[in-house]
Structure formats: structure tokens, C-alpha cells
């Protein structure tokens, strides 16, 4: 497994600014065995070819083909776009390459050279938009605080009260904690819209670190990656992990109501996150879950059908990661603690997020039907920002009146 304590570990061409292309496909056509494990676990590989071809074929001497003429720049854009970004492929590669880096460099490559199709993307992007819009997002750094929790956007959409609870055992903890509900971009990040990812993320980055933020917990998988790729200096953990030492404090017990056995999803973005994994499992053993593991789990985890937006032009290739994942269960409730995981997963048996385990006497939020969908995670996320303003205002001793 890539050491993510290095610097050239995997994940390094998300480093800003790298968008080497050539020297990306270079490595994978000269290195890749053809071993074909990577195909065999990955439902997009499985439909086209082995790493090296691709990238053999993208560079223009395919050895063995008559025509030795790249292909067009939309088609490999179109290539790029099918692949869902999981890290899969890098986790079985015996060779230690990052196929799924060299489609991402692809991507970037396709957004320079205005071969990025935003139109299919509409939806996603608009999600976006309104995740960091003024209208839903919500900045609290109090005076003296060197950590804040960033809950992400699909987190207080489908589940706002157990935002806030999270929120509050923080403070219970640490009055200073502040709080951040904003986007931390990925999905342009995943889309190739480098620049403007590292424009509107490096925006954030550079508020927190001048007002004195040191820390931030995570309560999203994708924003976690997210901080750990680009957040420095910052200091990044996830709220699972702090939950899990409230629990070794007896500053917080989960109420063990639920004694079933379950089987839990590992989001594919805490694939190379073994500390992640341990406190999940931890906490779900706490709340009194029997954890019974699928075959895929951790490093070698599913996609869920959501990563790299492949949804929006691969339904397939979706719908395949969605069923892969949901055969391994053996009909047991599924737990993950991504809520876009969550989403995606529903409706095939039943999932839960980790949250529903630890707070199961707290109602999620205003849906009755689990998971929230818009319109109502919109509204979800704004009735959270004006209970968070009023704490907000309630910690710092301001009276509501």
C-alpha cells in the first residue's frame, strides 16, 4: 500500500499545478505488466483495456497496430470521463503504477483544451455552486479556536441533526471548536477543473489559516481526501476518529440498542486510510453492531457507482459499481459514514449511515424517507445553518433576543 506520510506516494498527481501528462502516461506504458488484475476488479478496465495499452495507445505507438495514430482529443476525454477515480486499480497493481491518476491527468487535459462537456455535468456542478453559495454556507471561528469541523455538503443535507449533535459533542469537548459548512470543491477537482479548484479551495485554506485555524475534522470522506491532497498546513482528521477517543475519555458512549450483525462500505476515497477504517469499526462495535466484513473492504473497497461523476455519462459502468457492492452484503444492513454513499446506495436492502447507529434516538431531519433527496437536503442545510448561527451566538454569549 502507497505510504501517505511520503510525498511520492499515491495520490501525487493531485499535487496542484501537476499536469504532466505525458511523463503520467510514460510510466504506465513503459511499467505495466499486463498482469490484468486491475481488469479483472475494475468494471470500466474490464470494457476497454489493460493500463499500459491505454496508455501505449494514447501516446501513439500502440506496438503491434497498423495505426500508429493517436486518438482524437474528445475520444480520450470521453475515456477519461468513464472512469469512476476509485484507486482500485492502484490498490491491486502489483507494480505500485496509478492508472487512476493518469485519467484524471486526462481529465485536466481535456478541461485546457476545452473538450470537457460541462453540459453533462449540470446538475453536479450546480450542487457545487450551492454548497459554497452564502445562502447555505456557514462560517463560525470563534475567538481562540485553532479547530473547526467541516461536515461537507451531502452530510447536513441528508443528515442535519446529527450534524449538529456531532457539532455539539465537539464543543463538549472543546468550547473554542468552531464550524464550517461550505464545499470543498472536489467534484470540479474529480472533473479536471484544476484551476478553479485550487482558486476557490485555496480561498478557504488561506481564510482558516489566518484566523488561526490549525485543525480541521472532517465529517466527509471526500472532503477529508480533499484536506489531506491540498490542506497544508493544516493539521486533518475526521470526526470518527475524535469520536472514538470522546469514547476512550467516557466523554461519549453510543446508546447499543442494535445487536444485528452488519457489513460495512469503506467510501473508496479512505482507501489508503487504515486509521479511518479501525475508528468506524471501533465505533460501530461500540454501538453494539456484529460486524461481519464483505470480501471488498478497506484498501480493496467498491466504488459505490458515485466516484469521478460517472454517473452522469457512464450510467452503466455506475450501475455496475452499485450492484458489485450490494452482491458482497449477503442481505446484511449495510453501514458506511459516507453520505453520498449512502445516497447512492439506497433502495437495494438496507443502508445506514454510521450516524443513525450512534445517535438511533435522533431523527436524521425533516424527511421521513431515509436518505433525504432534494428539494429537501436544500432546505435540510438551511435549517441547520440558522440552528448553528443561534448556538453560535448561545456560545459566544449573545442573546438571541
Known sequence: MPDLNNPEAHNKGQEPGDNKLAPALQVIAENCTHCRKCRRECVF??????????????LGHHPGSADTTSPTAATLAHLSYQCSLCGLCTSVCPVDLE?????LQLRRQAVENDHFQA?????LLSYERLGSNTFFRFHYIPENCDTVFFPGCALPGI???????LYELLLQNNPT????VDCCLKPSHDLGRQKFFEKGFGQLIQKLTANGVQRVITGCPNCHLTFRQYGAPLDITTIYDELEKLCQQNSFRPACTDKRAFTIHDPCTTRFHQEVHQAVRKLSKRAGGVIKEMEHNRERTYCCGEGGAVGCVGTDFAAGWSKRRHDETRDLPMITYCAGCTVRLAGKGQVLHLTDLLFPGLRPGLPRRLPAHPPLTYL?????????????RKAAGISSS
Open 159 to 165: 443528515r442535519p441533526d446529527h450534524t449538529l449533535r
Open 177 to 180: 471548536v468552531g464550524i464550517i
Open 380 to 392: 435540510n442545510r438551511l435549517l441547520l445553518k440558522f440552528r448553528l448561527y443561534r448556538l453560535s
Open 45 to 58: 478496465l474490464k470494457s476497454t483495456s489493460t493500463p499500459g495499452e491505454l496508455a501505449r495507445t494514447i
Open 99 to 103: 492508472p487512476d491518476m493518469m485519467f
Open 119 to 123: 453540459g453533462k455535468y449540470r446538475r
